[in-house]
């Protein structure tokens, strides 16, 4: 071994060491937050809520450094979307704050209890994981969301939050620590491993023992690497190759609306559709109209040979139109870019989707019963949209406040992740002396 690879090394255990220890003091963090009634815990979300309000300039000028630097570096639109946090979405994120000071507390829930024959009363109550951990890119919201999902639950966290966003991270958890300070509380609770840049991140898949549950949310590449390289249990979320399916008994007034909502309303989302499917029976009259409304919209469509064919006789001005390649299907663009396919039935879509979807969120334009039917119980996927757009899968759209991100696995957590979803659970039993025989 070499005297650098020996230094890398030595490194690395240092800052596992450390990010060990942070997790350690959240642990001791979350030990008193666990201790906290509902109304106090509600207190200080609001107070969090008019500390962001307050100090929005600080975080938007931060983030308009974090911006600036992300563009000069090659940035894409949709992902510097993502990171854009001025003092209109500041303001959105401390309401959603508030929401959540709102919702029921899942600790203490009785999940479900009975009497054994001998009298012994069991109890299986909702309490708080511990010290979460969550792994992230470019996504300020996050930052707030998870602390007041956090708070509101019982839980600590370790934030890696990424480069592009550790400014506009850094000054969000300041505002959020001289809160925690403020109300007697350690700001380890809510703490960051950004220092250590990607070191910090492999450090967190490395604390098994000391971080209950890594979650990371972010990029296909992003899932994958914590996935396969974490000893520490981890709950995958959201890639999004999101897919809209136009039957032939769809209503076309609807159908455009929606997909055009699905794909440019917010590019750079795991829930915007990427992926748009035509039954054949309406395709010589339907896809024209959608391939106008998606050009002019500037989205880049990348077609089956059928759909090719259709969508370049149109003769549609300004249309951007590739034909698609199979690693097309596979792709979430997070960009102005649709993938189209003519299918022949609806047995062939449902097919195509189980085979490429991420297991995100999918939706069927129908408006005949059997059909939505068979879509719905067939589709595997964490959400299924009827004559909806996919955007709507969301913590905040679902009621949850915010939302911790949108489980793909098939574990306790699947869809949109709120209060609920970061708990886990005890069994409680009160005898009166049974013994076993």
Known sequence: MTNLQTQANAME???LNEVCAKADAARIAQAQLAQTNTQRKNELLNVIADALDARA???????????QESAEHGMDAGKLD???FDVSRVAAAAQGVRHVATLPDPIGEIVRGYHLDNGLRLEQTRVPIGVLGMIYEARPNVTVDVASLCIKSGNAVLLRGGHAAERTNAAILGIIADVLREYGYDPALIASVDEYGRQGATAMMQAQGHIDLLIPRGGA?????VVQNSKVPVIETGAGNVHIY????????????IILNAKTQRVG???????????QGIVETFLPQAAAALAAA?????ADERAYEIIDKAGIDGVKLMHATDEDWDTEYLALKIGVKVVDSLNEAIEHINRHSTGHTESIIAEDYSAIEEFTSRIDSAVVM?????????GGVFGFGAELGISTQKMHARGPMGLREMTTTKWIGYGTGQVRA
Request: hydrophobic share 40%; aromatic share 2%; proline share 2%.
């Open 57 to 67: 300039g600080e975080i938007a000028a931060a983030n308009a450094i974090d911006m």
């Open 269 to 279: 989302v795991c829930n915007a559709t990427e992926k748009l499917l035509v039954h």
């Open 246 to 257: 136009v039957d032939q008994t769809g209503d076309q007034n609807k159908a455009i609306p």
């Open 221 to 225: 590449g992003l899932i994958q690497t």
């Open 298 to 302: 500037n989205v880049e469509m990348h």
């Open 82 to 84: 993502r990171l854009k």
């Open 386 to 394: 009827v004559n909806a757009s996919t955007r709507f899968t969301d």
């Open 13 to 15: 255990t240092d800052v």
